[in-house]
């Protein structure tokens, strides 16, 4: 038989990308969905199945992280292989904004589900997301031995959960792994995440629709990665015999600014012309430097990152680019 799989925050970037793997190893896929008003499952338009449709492998389910009997019960039914936990409030700087909500879904909502999986004795296999955002302050090259300290509210909450995940795999023999990822963007990145601004706007700039782009600390150094690779190690990180924690990273640093002028030279723009600072993208506290070590996932996992900052700043542009064209010439749009 087929396994199954359960993916809270199946339509954000990694849900999506998550959902596309598994569903290709043959997994049957469930996904947690917040109810609104609105479609929003776009990133997962493609790969989605009608419920009248027999013999389906993708079903979403209705469902909040704060509904601790809602979980209890859609656990029972759907008695899950594996539960990957990507469900969040995953802005770094809106969380500055939004403390006590971001507290309360991204650090919560992890006991919740696990609270859940333990209630009803699932021998199941927990993957929760953790974040490079954890580090914060601390010196890189950052790994698995690294002391946290985060600098936001989003990193505080991940703490949390990571320290939960390893509190139920230790004290109830949970098999229940972090994989503390650094950064990793994609085309289907938000638009308000800085990578993906930076290149919605270089397309746009490209087309005459847009002339300015209004950043905040370029300074800022990180380790940036391509999505679909990293979910490959989270799968990866539920097929091994032992429930441990993996760093996820390239180990390579790029700034903000790096990033940008990556992206504006590969449209053939000159970044000087049209990028403009602004105050109000600035954290309250920042993360100067996050460069991740992820030589145990390599030894492990056999897992090692082959798209880097310049090449993947180069595909997001493009993607971009031809996004807006199909846009503008009324065709549909496909990340």
Not at 56 to 73: E, F, I, K, N
Not at 153 to 170: C, L, M, Q, S
Not at 171 to 185: K, P, S
Not at 302 to 316: D, F, K, N, Q, S
């Amino acid at each position: 038989m087929s396994k199954s799989a359960l993916i809270t925050g199946i339509t954000g970037q990694d849900g999506s990308y998550l959902a596309e793997l598994l569903l290709a190893k043959g997994y049957e896929v469930h996904g947690l969905i917040r109810r609104s008003s609105s479609f929003n499952t776009e990133r997962i338009d493609h790969v989605y199945e009608d419920p009248q449709q027999p013999q389906r492998q993708l079903t979403l389910h209705h469902g909040d992280l704060h509904d601790g009997a809602g979980l209890v019960s859609l656990l029972t039914r759907i008695q899950p292989d594996e539960v990957y936990h990507l469900g969040a409030q995953s802005h770094v700087r809106v969380s500055f904004d939004m403390p006590v909500y971001t507290g309360d879904v991204t650090g919560l909502g992890t006991v919740q589900l696990l609270e859940a999986i333990r209630c009803i004795g699932l021998d199941t296999k927990f993957y929760q997301a953790s974040s490079s955002e954890m580090f914060g302050a601390s010196s890189p090259p950052q790994n698995e031995d690294t002391y946290f300290h985060p600098r936001s509210p989003y990193g505080v909450a991940k703490v949390y959960g990571y320290w939960i995940t390893r509190n139920y795999r230790e004290a109830y023999g949970m098999f229940a792994v972090n994989g503390i990822l650094f950064n990793h963007e994609s085309p289907r990145r938000g638009e308000t995440f800085v990578t993906r601004k930076i290149t919605r706007a270089v397309a746009r700039i490209q087309a005459g629709l847009q002339d300015k782009l209004y950043l905040g600390n370029l300074n800022a150094v990180r380790d940036w990665g391509y999505a679909p690779e990293y979910v490959e190690a989270m799968w990866r990180m539920l097929q091994v015999d032992e429930a441990t924690d993996y760093v996820v990273a390239t180990g390579t640093a790029h700034t903000v600014g790096d990033f940008v002028k990556l992206a504006f030279v590969h449209a053939g723009l000159e970044w000087e012309r049209h990028v403009q600072f602004d105050e109000r993208y600035l954290r309250p506290s920042e993360v100067d430097s996050l460069i991740g070590d992820a030589a145990k996932a390599k030894h492990v996992l056999g897992w090692e990152a082959t798209i880097h900052t310049p090449e993947l700043a180069r595909l997001m542009v493009d993607a971009d680019i031809s996004s807006l064209e199909d846009e503008l010439a009324g065709r549909s749009v496909r990340l």
